[in-house]
């Protein structure tokens, strides 16, 4: 029986296995995936799991996107570009690290008909998954690239990989078509991003790759000034399709029917 992990902390709000484990059974797979809430001091033995083959493949979620690598064998070309790992598996005796959240964005981006090349982008955050983001938006072909964060340190260091990102200070709102949360702000309930959400205007896109709860309060917020509003559970399906494929040779079906299985 093949085995797979998700590995992350906080782990308990992934739908990961519902996902994986429905498709399992739909292809008629001899698999089973789990869950499991990790330290920084479980990474090594994880990846040495993957090569002795007693586990067949693991997604990474945050914190351990970019601190799992020291012990991977070799990145795919998204994973080097972005120094962001989602997706793991062995491949010709290596610990191969991949990102399939530059491919998730992209599609769900495609899936809800949005364009956004051209656009101005604020991208919320500059953990885990925004250099993913940002190569997204390069690909699609957005005209600026705004982020900002907390710590501006954080959003320096992106700016020395993608020259063409523009840092502004958190809180500002440069003039923009599109506003995304990459933050882990809104998990929890009770957490809020302050912005002076009416400055934004109307008819812009609203994205937030937290799929869980499905509408955050930076969601809300853009619902209540007039804006369309996205959750990541599209992305979440797209990166997932992906990893399935490449460990069981199967593209699954992202379809209704497993958003309203998720929802």
Not at 114 to 140: E, R
Not at 201 to 208: A, E, M, P, Q
Not at 233 to 248: D, E, P, R
């Amino acid at each position: 029986m093949k085995k797979f992990l998700v590995i992350g902390n906080p782990i308990e709000h992934s739908l990961s296995p519902n996902l994986h484990n429905y498709w399992i059974k739909k292809n008629n797979l001899n698999a089973i995936y789990g869950k499991l809430e990790t330290h920084e001091n479980d990474l090594p033995e994880l990846c040495k799991s993957v090569k002795r083959g007693e586990l067949d493949g693991l997604n990474v979620t945050v914190p351990f996107k970019n601190s799992i690598i020291p012990f991977l064998d070799k990145l795919t070309t998204e994973a080097e570009k972005t120094q962001s790992v989602n997706t793991i598996y062995l491949k010709d005796e290596m610990v191969i690290g991949h990102n399939t959240d530059i491919e998730g964005f992209e599609l769900a981006i495609k899936h809800i008909k949005y364009d956004v090349s051209q656009k101005k982008v604020l991208l919320l955050g500059a953990g885990g998954v925004s250099p993913s983001i940002i190569l997204a938006l390069h690909n699609m072909k957005a005209k600026r690239i705004f982020i900002s964060n907390r710590t501006r340190s954080k959003a320096e260091n992106l700016k020395k990989i993608f020259s063409e990102i523009e840092i502004v200070e958190w809180g500002a709102l440069p003039d923009l078509d599109m506003i995304i949360n990459a933050t882990s702000l809104g998990l929890k309930n009770d957490e809020k991003i302050n912005l002076e959400y009416s400055k934004i205007g109307s008819n812009k896109l609203f994205y937030d790759v937290i799929y869980n709860p499905s509408q955050t309060d930076f969601l809300k917020s853009g619902k209540d000034t007039g804006n369309k509003i996205e959750n990541g559970m599209k992305m979440f399906l797209y990166q997932a399709q992906a990893s399935f494929k490449i460990w069981n040779k199967i593209t699954p079906e992202v379809n209704d029917k497993i958003l309203k299985l998720l929802d």
